[in-house]
């Protein structure tokens, strides 16, 4: 892809893993990109389509959900962007959203359905996820009897974002949006998890950003996309271990048995854990959204 830094009326604001983040007049550009991070380490291979599937399932949940919270998405068509990027629109197609200015809430927003990842660990440890208490006995990748809300902190490239307890986030954004944003997140997840359960998917925890656009709390950044969120094939669902999942699993399993020592810079991923991963992306954009993933029909 050609570079956007290089071009007038164009500036680049920002690198994250995945995503490149451009200045264009009053409107910011969210390019997601191919590459795939594993271990807080982007990885040299990427997986080719992975950066079109994200967006395309972001603009699919931003619609669906649009009833519940406004969201920061003004388009993902390309002959609707403004120059110079009509220029690049061929390279543009599919990955990039089109999006409004925010200011941004400094903490993530999660939404935990079942037990699983860093929530299983710390309540092996203390009973608790995030300072909240749940039943003796659960196993690993239980359902809750409740959806909980679990902040973090962002973290920087290279740096494990912290959960926190409800109070420190509110000490950090005002306890009125504190709760605000723990009511739209469980709002959210609720109605994405029913959704993606019809489709044979379980919806394990995922995580929102928010933030503010003309005073009103607003979502921002991806929505629900398999870098986001754990989704679970719906059919292989059973409790007491880790689950398959819709994600770069697939990578990550590769990497463990590689011997590679998680610190930069990583290995190159042979192809077929690079196709396979591919694959998996590809069936939970089609199954969410009842739709072919375009080339692949």
Known sequence: MTDLAD???????????????????????????????????????????????????????FARLAHLVPNHLVTIDVRAFPPPLDTLADRLAGRTMLCRRAEMLPVECVARGYLAGSGWKEYQASGTVCGIPLPPGLRESDRLPEPIFTPATKATIGDHDENIDFARAAAIVGQDTAERVRDLTLALYREAHDHASQRGIILADTKFEFGW?????????????????????????????????YDKQIVRDWLEASGWDKTPPGPDLPPDVVARTRARYIEVYERLTDEPFPGEA
């Open 7 to 61: 071009l007038p009326g164009v500036a680049r604001l920002g690198s994250g893993k995945v995503r490149d983040l451009y200045a264009v007049d009053d409107y910011l550009l969210l390019v997601a990109s191919d590459r795939v991070s594993a271990f807080d380490v982007v990885l040299p291979t990427p997986i080719p389509s992975k950066g079109e599937i994200l967006t395309r399932i972001s603009a699919f949940w």
């Open 213 to 245: 656009i003309d005073g009103e709390l607003t979502l921002c950044d991806e929505a629900l996309t398999p870098d986001s969120s754990r989704y679970w094939p719906a059919d292989a669902y059973e409790p007491g271990r880790g689950q398959d999942s």
